[in-house]
């Protein structure tokens, strides 16, 4: 679809579910017109092919339809020249695309970047993935000298600032004939990073909630939702549930993350100052939010990555190793991750076949360091050599 000179411009790295149904979506709703940016051929011809799709919000109060338009979608693989003039004239770079390809992304925005005029304003560069600093984690790849000249880097802020958030909808696996259109929760939260834009207004992008300390709301998220969320299907595969929502109907899979999240609550209340009565009802209206039967997704879908879940900054490890080193419980984040470890060589998913040969091939300690990159002076290390000697031991006997 042609470009109109009139609107405001994002583009936006990733036109998978997410990046359609969410960020898209609140792109378009402020106005911005969106240029997707992806490597899917298929899905980069479908995108130009259509003038419109549908974003459908469920829940149990019914569903709401928006109409996506004004949007254009380039090959990022292809059509390099065309992407980073792009990036030289927008005003938002936005990317989904997952942590372990923020790498691969960041040279093209590079270019983007340092080709920008001095006329125009900085462009607001923000990374919405389920990691903590993930913006400023594509920063430091962008601003790498094989990227970045470093005499470009004195007034770098001059063309681009980097702002974090914290990102929560729930986006299930779509129907196989389901096209362009995305159905997900109706529940959504988008939090940013004010503070890189001190001297200027930030984007006006309708539904962020800017705020001065971001790092409350991304670990009260990441603990919360995704913790729940993953313990929920590590212990629902493990238990031959098919979906999220199957798991959550076994009073026992239901008791696991209750516990979970009561040492993840423990964390979040006595590190941010969180109000214990309201990470309560939090708690409760997350496990609602993931009981959701018109979002039922499959355990496998909700478990794929476990090396990048088992890692030290994630949903298990990162929580587990605070409170292990307050000699608080993380019993139940300990149970969890052993479930992860047991998600091993499933159909589809790659870092799960790695992950069942990094637990063939080492020992337990060497294990805990390459996967959760724990140390052996950190109080959690033991903990959880012990629970990669079980996995491993019940392997053998298999």
């Known amino acids: 679809m042609a470009a109109n000179s009139n609107t405001k411009k994002a583009v936006h790295f990733g036109a998978g579910n997410i990046g359609r149904g969410f960020v898209a979506c609140f792109l378009h709703n402020s106005g911005y017109e969106v240029v997707f940016a992806d490597v899917n051929t298929d899905l980069i011809d479908s995108l130009n092919a259509s003038p419109s799709y549908k974003v459908i919000e469920v829940g149990s109060e019914g569903t709401e339809e928006h109409i996506i338009t004004n949007y254009r979608a380039i090959n990022s693989r292809t059509n390099e020249e065309e992407l980073i003039q792009e990036i030289s004239t927008a005003e938002v770079v936005t990317c989904s695309v997952g942590p372990n390809v923020l790498k691969f992304i960041a040279p093209v925005i590079a270019k983007g ?156 209340t006595q590190k941010h100052g969180i109000d214990e009565e309201a990470q309560h009802e939090y708690v409760d209206k997350i496990v609602k939010r993931i009981s959701n039967p018109h979002l039922e997704d499959a355990v496998e879908r909700v478990g794929r990555a476990p090396l990048r879940k088992l890692s030290r900054k994630e949903r298990f490890i990162g929580p587990a190793a605070e409170l292990a080193e307050h000699g608080k419980d993380c019993s139940a984040l300990l149970d969890a991750a052993e479930m992860a470890f047991r998600f091993q060589n499933v159909e589809g998913d790659e870092e799960s076949a790695e992950l069942a040969k990094i637990m063939a091939k080492n020992k337990p300690e060497d294990v805990v360091k390459q996967v959760c990159g724990l140390n052996e002076n950190e109080k959690l290390f033991p903990k959880v050599v012990e629970v990669v000697q079980r996995v491993q031991a019940d392997s053998q006997d298999d």
């Not at 890189?196 to 705020?211: A, E, L, Q, R």
């Not at 238990?239 to 423990?266: C, F, G």
């Open 113 to 268: 970047i340092d080709r920008r005029s001095e006329d125009l304003p900085p462009v607001a560069v923000i990374a919405c993935e389920n990691a903590i600093g993930a913006t400023d984690t594509l920063a430091e790849y962008i601003k790498d000298p094989k990227n970045t000249p470093p005499h470009r880097l004195a007034d770098y802020d001059k063309r681009a600032r980097f702002a974090n958030s914290a990102i929560d909808r729930i986006v299930p696996a779509q129907d196989p004939d389901a096209g362009l259109d995305v159905k997900l929760e109706k529940f959504y939260e988008w939090v940013v990073d004010r503070t890189p834009f001190k001297d200027m207004s930030p984007p006006d992008i309708k539904g962020i909630h800017w705020v001065d300390k971001l790092l409350p709301y991304i670990e009260r998220k990441l603990y919360t939702v995704n913790t729940g969320h993953a313990t929920a299907a590590y212990h629902g595969y493990i238990r031959r549930k098919s979906t999220v929502y199957d798991a959550l109907q076994d009073k026992d899979i239901q008791e696991e993350v209750k516990k979970a999240l009561e040492n993840t609550s423990h964390l979040i």
